[in-house]
């Protein structure tokens, strides 16, 4: 069975069958899923009342066990965010009363985030539609194959990752 992406190849195939095109099929197929898993996740999480980048906030801190804390600082870098737009999203769920500020003991500068108990209560809503919506994506692959395709793409994550981030001289 083909899929949009065989349709492509074979166009590139045909123009310029010089090419090699075999890791656009992964990557391709890696984007077109994360534009529909994300889709997934966002429906998932609407019927909560909560936007994808809420739950990463809140999630974030509730992975992290009691007190559900921490540094806004640490939070920004694991979103990939700059600490700018990190208050912003710590401003709006502040106001909506899942997350609480409280300064960093032993630096005033900094400001450790906090999930409040309705915080807490909507971040485990959150992770049960988001297990629901993730495992509705890919009920095609069995158990191995689920394994398989999270440890190649692990693999191909994590080489990713050092490229983009080369070691500082």
Known sequence: MEDQVDKLLGQWARERPELDCSSLGVVVRVQ????????????????????????????????????????A????????????????????LEARGLVLRAAEPSDRRGVNVRLTERGRQLAEQAIEARLTAADAQIEALSGTERHAASAALRKVLLRAAVSDNPPQP
């Open 73 to 92: 600082t640490v939070l920004a870098r694991a979103s990939l965010l700059t600490s700018g737009a990190m208050t912003t999203r710590i401003d709006r």
């Open 32 to 71: 077109f899923l994360a534009k529909l898993c994300q889709r997934g996740a966002e429906r998932a999480l609407a019927r909560l009342g909560l936007r994808l980048w809420e739950y990463d906030v809140l999630s974030a801190l509730r992975r992290q066990g009691p007190p559900y804390q921490l540094p």
